[in-house]
């Protein structure tokens, strides 16, 4: 029977590719968003995959979120931890609410949604929990004090986890994608993409939301049993790890 796979923030951009190879590749998928119904309502259509609204940053609402999504496709065996936000700012001048919405949405959410799906996954002997995290969780990134925090975080939740459960058949890993062509960075003005981004890249362009969702693929596989509390550093050569 074909495996059932979550995407947080599985309707638009880096989420939206990894929803769809997945489907492609024969998993049944459930796609989750926060707010954005008209992004979420053409995903669907577009796709045919189920969307299901619920904010990642609200423990008790991922409860609901994913009892709705087990009742309607089954017991999840693939979970994508890949919604997150940024709101950058220099740290002298970054407010407690922007420092916590980052944590909240990027941090707590892996919280949210891997401790609803681990007991089923342990009995069921067979899981996979993917983890998007940032090149700038690796490297920091100035202007981004509360998002290198949070993408750093997860990838020491990762490597506990990934010990906690390697003999029940679940892995976790991470994926550190660098700067890839969405919404938010195709929105930077030529001109900088050019001078300041594209030089800091030695593959020469940005990366495509498909080559993330290859390595989610790999990651995801019943083949790739031995690799787990690994980062997966995807970033055209920016940062080596
Ligand atoms: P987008 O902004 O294009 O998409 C974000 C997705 O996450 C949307 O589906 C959005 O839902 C969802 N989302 C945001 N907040 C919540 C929430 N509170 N609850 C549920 N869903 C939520 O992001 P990207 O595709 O660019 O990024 C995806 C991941 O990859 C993020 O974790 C990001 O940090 C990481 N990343 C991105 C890089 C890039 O260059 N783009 C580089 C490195 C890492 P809705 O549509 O409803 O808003």
């Known amino acids: 029977m074909a495996r059932v796979a979550l995407v947080?923030?599985?309707t638009r951009g880096i989420g939206a590719a990894i929803s769809t190879a997945l489907k492609q590749a024969g998993y049944h998928v459930a796609a989750n968003y926060g707010g954005n119904d008209e992004a979420a309502s053409a995903f669907k259509t577009e796709t045919g995959i189920p969307v299901f609204k619920f904010d990642v940053s609200d423990h008790a609402a991922c409860d609901a979120g994913i009892k709705q999504v087990v009742s309607e496709l089954g017991p999840i065996d693939i979970l994508v931890n890949n919604a997150g936000i940024t709101r950058d700012t220099m740290f002298?001048?970054?407010?407690?609410?922007?420092?916590?919405?980052?944590?909240?949405?990027?941090l707590d959410s892996v919280f949210n949604c891997t401790r609803p799906v681990i007991d089923g996954m342990r009995e069921?002997?067979?899981?996979?929990?993917i983890i998007i995290s940032?090149?700038?969780?690796?490297?920091?990134q100035m202007g981004q004090a509360n998002y290198s925090a949070a993408k750093a975080g997860v990838i020491g939740f990762a490597k506990a986890l990934a010990q906690e459960n390697a003999n029940k058949g679940i892995t976790v890993n991470v994926i550190a994608p660098g700067y890839i062509a969405t919404e938010m960075v195709k929105a930077v003005p030529e001109d900088v993409l050019k001078s300041k981004i594209l030089p800091l890249i030695p593959v020469g362009r940005l990366?495509?939301?498909?080559e993330i969702a290859r390595g989610v693929l790999f990651l995801a596989s019943d083949g790739a049993g031995f690799v787990t509390g690994s980062t997966l550093t995807m970033n055209g050569g920016q940062y080596m790890t």
């Not at 002298?92 to 990027?106: K, L, P």
């Open 8 to 10: 947080t923030g599985g």
């Open 92 to 106: 002298h001048r970054m407010t407690f609410d922007q420092w916590s919405a980052v944590i909240r949405t990027n």
């Open 124 to 129: 069921r002997g067979f899981g996979r929990v």
């Open 134 to 140: 940032s090149i700038n969780g690796q490297k920091g």
């Open 207 to 210: 990366g495509e939301a498909e």
